[in-house]
């Protein structure tokens, strides 16, 4: 895999133009100008007086490659999606409108009085309703963004 400029996802720390490693089974690799997944889940390359310390690099420093493009942008948006969160105690009618309507704890008329944690009655079947369509809307706007991504060639 080619990096990009030879970027890391440490700041201001780049790839190594030539470099060796040897891998896990002592085999000694060459690089030049590239990443590699050797050992490693992702990609990754030797650098110069940055990232971390290795004595199996040739350098004696190696760090992950910087990702890029379509796919670059999907990790973006995933990181992103779970770390907005909001900042106040949802209500009893909002967590409601997440479960599937069939395990929603009011659907049944016989056993609402016998509940201990009954939803207030200003949650009505509207209110839920409603609240369901705005988390609908929520996520297929995430899907269609994804998908867009997808497309464009992650």
Request: glycine residues 6%; contains cysteine; charged residues 25%.
């Amino acid at each position: 895999m080619l990096c990009v400029a030879l970027q890391t996802r440490f700041p201001d720390c780049k790839c190594a133009k030539d470099y060796t490693y040897k891998n896990s089974k002592g085999v000694v690799e060459k690089y030049s100008g590239t990443c590699t997944t050797s050992d490693w889940a992702n990609p990754w390359c030797a650098t110069v007086n940055c990232g971390l310390k290795s004595t199996g690099v040739s350098t004696g420093f190696w760090a992950d490659c910087k990702p890029y493009g379509t796919r670059a942008e999907l990790e973006n948006e995933l990181i992103k999606s779970g770390e907005e969160c909001i900042k106040r105690e949802m209500d009893a009618c909002e967590i409601e409108a997440l479960r599937p309507v069939k395990y929603r704890c009011d659907t049944d008329s016989q056993t609402k009085s016998q509940m201990l944690n009954a939803l207030p009655a200003s949650c009505t079947a509207e209110v839920l309703a409603s609240k369901n369509a705005s988390n609908l809307q929520q996520v297929c706007s995430r899907l269609r963004l994804f998908t867009t991504l997808l497309e464009d060639g992650c």
